[in-house]
């Protein structure tokens, strides 16, 4: 007999809009409601309703590593919300065998008046530690968080960084049967993303199960054995990691070079910043889906304002299609765009960002977006908002057919000098 | 291989449908966290305040001296021949105890919306955790009150022995409203402004600046409607013995307090229980 830790069948989950983007829910418009139909059930229109899951049946046995990928609104966040207890679901039934520890977004739960040491016993107890857990793992916890000087500090004094590892620790060192991760290696730097994966992975030897959800195809790669591709609120596709991948990035996206945000996909916390559109434009000034490297691109990020914002930056990363990185940029980071929109006020806006010609190699690249203010808070990112592909026929070196490495394929000026 | 598969725990995830189970073995194996609750309330409370735990001590002596020089001196709110100082305090420590817990159970849940929308333990950890931390306070308040019997000549009775059962009383009934209102304010945020208002005007309700022999004999049943009746006339009994009660018997009063506590808390358990589960949908 196979050993399975979580079995679920037809799991659905359902919302009602409503709620979730604006709150009509105050006492008047209910008791109003009430007196003008106290015996009628207000009917709720099929468009108000989101079935954020539908009919999710699954096993994954114990030990195996599970990576979950989709788009953002997919349904990732609220299939770990089911299984780990934080809310019901709407129908369906589900089995947990073992006891089930989420790594958080980090630092949920952490009090920023309380000393690193009381967030470590306060953290651990939320995630449903025992003291003596605590006692027995506090050290080994302080060394993996690194924050062994400032133990006795309150951790609003804490650099990101630094609050970043401790968060971490803690929930690393949880041991649950079953270990759900959330996206937590969004953020941080490359040390410690490197970190957080190599603690994962020995969670995994030690025969834990683990679920891990990331936009990070590489990490999804290097990590899990077995891949479940959501969309819509189903699991379209469930295959070895490798070819889950590659359906998943091969499918879901839309082909036009336009990705245009829905309401029900802007995440409620984005507000006053709503996505609008990302456009893909060649130098003929059309949107297309595939650029030719010869010709100068231009990135389009369409959005809207509902209230004036201090410091705010747009931003593109470019990453190849397997995730890795090529760079970063943001619409504010010259100096005079800086101080020429330090406030931007309410409106519709476009963010526009040419990358010159003789940038890209051959293949298919992930544009992600980032709509943030320094240090402060995070409106808006989707790290995988559209897809293009650059077609090389004119690039430098083509007279050679053969499949040149790297990401990026510039013009560069050579030289040869004989003496 | 042979796992021993008894140990494992197995948790069953199951649509929100009729009445929940009580499930109050939950509760006690989050003990811990209540615990780490409790002490992060009280650790927080008074971080970055010049004077720090002082105002444990400082708000009832203030409050009692507005009292005194408004009610004891100007109005002259009779007392029984208590002096109104000791009158009021007796009555104050369990009042302001109650109001801080209330205040806190009702609307710290949804203060800790983050925690609730991503992490599972028992929800009722958080109001419950807002009524232990005030007992610290409560304890520490004391001394005043012991300075204070010192210094009017109040011989302790045996009656004194009483006083921790009153002080569950008033935290029976803190939890009682408290889950109600928290349950509640996750829904209707009016809550959060309500809770003030309900407490001022409960306050006043409550023989806290008068005493409960001021109404007429036949009224007084209804002032045992309010628990908070009980708790507070069962301090003044308690702490200023034989003294004060000449003319009037706390006992029957008392007794319709527990059943009204008794009743709250159990209906608020129940409807703390069978809402939370779609807390963290609409929180």
Not at chain 1, 71 to 96: C, F, M, Q
Not at chain 1, 233 to 244: D, Q
Not at chain 2, 94 to 122: C, D, H, M, Q
Request: net charge neutral; glycine share 8%; with cysteine.
């Amino acid at each position: 007999m196979t050993d399975i830790a979580i079995h679920v069948d037809k799991l659905s989950k359902k919302y009602k809009l409503g709620a979730m983007y604006e709150r009509q829910d105050t006492l008047r418009d209910f008791l109003t409601s009430m007196v003008r139909s106290p015996f009628q059930k207000r009917p709720v229109s099929d468009n108000q309703i989101l079935w954020a899951l539908k009919d999710i049946s699954f096993d994954i046995e114990r030990g195996s590593v599970i990576g979950i990928v989709g788009r953002n609104g997919a349904g990732k966040s609220t299939l770990l919300k089911v299984l780990s207890r934080v809310t019901d679901p709407t129908s369906g039934i589900g089995e947990i065998r073992g006891r089930v520890g989420s790594l958080l977004e980090v630092g949920t739960g952490f009090h920023p008046e309380l000393t690193g040491r009381e967030n470590i016993y306060l953290n651990g107890a939320i995630l449903g530690m025992k003291r003596t857990e605590i006692e027995k793992k506090f050290d080994e916890i302080v060394d993996f968080s690194e924050v062994a000087k400032f133990i006795d500090t309150p951790v609003k004094r804490y650099s990101s960084g630094m609050y970043l590892r401790l968060a971490f620790a803690v929930a690393a060192h949880l041991e649950p049967d079953i270990l759900v991760v959330d996206e937590v290696l969004a953020v941080g730097d490359a040390e410690f993303q490197r970190k957080c994966l190599g603690k994962m992975s020995d969670v995994a030897e030690q025969g834990r199960t683990v679920l891990f959800v990331s936009h990070n195809m590489s990490a999804i790669l290097r990590l899990t054995t077995e891949t479940l591709v959501m969309e819509k609120g189903r699991i379209v596709k469930r295959a070895p990691s490798n070819e889950a991948v590659d359906f998943y990035l091969s499918s879901g996206f839309v082909e036009t070079g336009e990705r245009i945000w829905d309401v029900d996909e802007i995440p409620e916390n984005a507000a006053p910043f709503s996505p609008k559109a990302l456009r893909i434009i060649n130098e003929q000034g059309l949107v297309v889906n595939t650029i030719r490297s010869t010709e100068e691109m231009t990135i389009e990020f369409e959005y809207q304002l509902d209230a004036s914002v201090t410091g705010l930056r747009v931003g593109f990363y470019l990453m190849s299609a397997r995730g890795e990185f090529i760079f970063t940029t943001f619409d504010t980071d010259e100096p005079q765009m800086y101080d020429r929109f330090s406030v931007r006020e309410p409106g519709l806006y476009y963010s526009r960002c040419k990358i010159p010609a003789d940038t890209f190699n051959e293949g298919r690249f992930v544009v992600g977006i980032n709509a943030s203010t320094y240090r402060i808070r995070r409106y808006f990112q989707d790290e995988r908002a559209i897809t293009f592909n650059i077609d090389p026929a004119g690039a430098p070196g083509m007279q050679w057919p053969e499949q040149r490495l790297g990401p990026t394929r510039p013009r560069l000026n050579w030289e040869i000098e004989k003496k | 291989m042979t796992t021993n598969h008894n140990q494992i725990p197995i948790t069953y995830l199951r649509p929100a449908k009729g009445l929940a189970t009580l499930n109050l073995k939950d509760l006690w194996d989050y003990r811990e966290l209540i615990y780490f609750l409790t002490w992060r309330d009280l650790k927080v409370r008074y971080k970055q305040t010049v004077l720090g735990f002082s105002w444990v001590i400082l708000q009832p002596v203030i409050n009692m001296v507005v009292f005194t020089v408004l009610f004891g001196q100007l109005l002259k709110v009779p007392t029984d021949g208590i002096p109104y100082p000791i009158f009021s305090f007796a009555a104050l420590l369990p009042w302001l105890y109650f109001a801080g817990s209330l205040t806190r159970s009702s609307t710290t849940l949804v203060g800790s919306a983050n925690l609730i929308s991503k992490v599972f333990f028992p929800r009722m950890a958080i109001p419950i955790a807002g009524v232990l931390s005030g007992i610290v306070d409560f304890v520490v308040s004391l001394i005043v009150l012991v300075g204070m019997m010192l210094f009017y000549k109040i011989i302790p009775t045996w009656n004194l022995l009483m006083l921790p059962i009153f002080l569950f009383l008033a935290m029976l009934t803190a939890l009682g409203f408290g889950l109600w209102l928290s349950a509640l304010n996750v829904r209707f945020r009016d809550i959060n402004h309500l809770v003030p208002f309900i407490i001022e005007i409960w306050k006043y309700a409550t023989p806290v600046i008068y005493g409960a022999t001021l109404i007429p004999e036949r009224f007084r049943f209804l002032l045992g409607l309010n628990p908070m009746t009980g708790v507070v006339e069962g301090f003044r009994w308690a702490i200023l013995g034989s003294k004060y009660v000449e003319n009037f018997d706390p006992g029957p009063l008392f007794i319709v307090s527990i059943t009204i506590t008794l009743v709250i808390l159990i209906s608020g358990v129940i409807f703390f229980r069978n809402t939370e589960r779609t807390f963290a949908d609409i929180i």
